[in-house]
């Protein structure tokens, strides 16, 4: 019997949290990325910010830019 040495690789980026239809995910070792979910308005861009607070306030503005 062969032990595995090595762990599986993660194909898709790990995700860390849903706020307001944005899937937040890590980007490198310094920043996080925002990525639209399906339900969100079609003019949904890829949002980006070096803290989880910081992205969490570009989301939210994002989407009272919407309702102006």
């Not at 032990?3 to 706020?19: F, G, I, N, S, W």
Request: zero cysteines; aromatic letters at 10%; charged letters at 20%.
């Amino acid at each position: 019997m062969i032990a595995a040495t090595k762990p599986p690789q993660e194909t898709q980026p790990r995700m860390l949290d849903v706020y307001l239809g944005f899937e937040i995910h890590p980007h490198g070792d310094d920043s996080f990325i925002a990525i639209p979910a399906g339900w969100v308005h079609r003019d949904a861009v890829v949002l980006e910010a070096r803290t989880l607070p910081i992205l969490r306030m570009r989301i939210w503005s994002w989407w009272h830019r919407l309702l102006d």
